[in-house]
């Protein structure tokens, strides 16, 4: 069972097969780390330890990596800093991670600065940017320069005047669907392109009713059975 607080952050299909590649992780606290998959244990019924989280971080997401891709992590604070995987040092079980994004120190808004995104890069793709009250906006990634990862990124998005930081991102193609879910476990379904265009650093609309003091607190791409 889970103990301390622990939690399930992602669940990835590995097909048997696949030997090569990489696990990518990233914390809500901004760190990264990389792992070959080769590195993992394989089948077993006990748990084990794949990176040493500082306290009071936590991991957020897990991403599977060629080798040769990009990765985009996105914050509250509405910044964005695209970056190559190989940027990261694979290391082994156990090991810390390293500084993926920079954080605000001081937030324009009165929210910790945290990560709320981190998606593999999709050429083609569009980012999707959402805030806790519902605005959102999808831009093209060829809007988000490469750069070398440790830095503050650029803008992603003009924060609504309601005070909301941005929930949630992610990276999908124009005729992929995304799902979006509120704090009440309500689910809205639409594709990455119904969601209104606007360059990166500009004005979201709002894309979901929201009732009372419910809050969009997540999105994902849908993922079809194959």
């Not at 809500?28 to 040493?52: A, N, T, W, Y």
């Not at 709320?116 to 980012?127: D, F």
């Not at 070398?148 to 992603?156: D, H, N, P």
């Amino acid at each position: 069972g889970f103990k301390n607080g622990e939690e399930i952050v992602s669940v990835l299909s590995l097909p048997a097969s696949m030997s090569e590649g990489f696990l990518f992780f990233a914390t809500r606290g901004g760190e990264v780390k990389r792992l070959r998959i080769d590195d993992l244990p394989g089948m077993r019924s006990d748990v084990f330890k794949v990176m040493d989280i500082e306290s009071g971080d936590r991991l957020g997401w897990v991403l599977t990596t060629t080798g040769e891709n990009e990765v985009i992590l996105t914050t509250a604070q509405a910044q964005a800093i695209r970056f190559r995987e190989s940027d990261v040092r694979p290391t082994g079980m156990g090991a810390g991670g390293m500084r993926g994004i920079k954080l605000a120190a001081e937030p324009l808004l009165k929210i910790e600065d945290t990560v709320v995104g981190a998606s593999v890069v999709q050429e083609q793709g569009v980012l999707v940017t959402i805030t806790a009250s519902g605005i959102a906006k999808q831009t093209p990634l060829s809007e988000y320069p490469s750069q070398g990862r440790a830095g503050s990124g650029v803008i992603a998005m003009k924060l609504p005047g309601d005070g909301s930081a941005i929930a949630a991102s992610a990276v999908g193609m124009p005729g992929e669907t995304l799902i979006v879910l509120t704090s009440k476990h309500r689910p809205k379904s639409l594709r990455f392109s119904a969601v209104p265009a606007a360059r990166r650093a500009g004005k979201g609309e709002s894309i979901i009713s929201l009732f009372g003091k419910e809050m969009v607190e997540a999105v994902v791409t849908f993922q079809p059975l194959v």
